[in-house]
């Protein structure tokens, strides 16, 4: 069973950037759909960015233009470059692919705090 890890996350100031990446065990990029969500402290978990197997990449109203999500499929992992950050962007941010997300598996995930 593929088992994803996130990393990358950390306490910036407004405006600043972070680059989180998403490492998985197995080949599984190329052939799937991987998506980062996050989800703030009593909110639900929302998709923020996500790519196909193909590299056609969506967006969040509320990230869009501001974060990229890219993807090395030689090293099995995904990344999630956020740059202008906003304190709005402060989250737990996961990555998972489709499969995990029906069967309601996640990562530990990783936190990502916006505060001056």
């Known amino acids: 069973q593929v088992q994803l890890v996130e990393s990358g996350g950390g306490l910036v100031q407004p405006g600043g950037s972070l680059r989180l990446a998403c490492a998985a065990s197995q080949s599984i990029f190329s052939e799937s759909f991987v998506g980062w969500y996050r989800q703030a402290p009593g909110e639900q978990r929302d998709l923020v960015a996500g790519i196909t197997s193909s590299g056609i990449r969506n967006y969040a109203d509320a990230v869009k233009g501001r974060f990229t999500i890219s993807k090395d499929n030689a090293v099995n992992t995904v990344y999630l470059q956020m740059n202008e950050l906003k304190v709005d962007d402060t989250a737990r941010y996961y990555c998972?692919?489709?499969?995990?997300?029906?069967?309601?598996?996640w990562g530990q995930g990783t936190q990502v705090t916006i505060s001056s």
């Open positions: 998972n692919i489709p499969s995990r997300v029906l069967a309601n598996q």
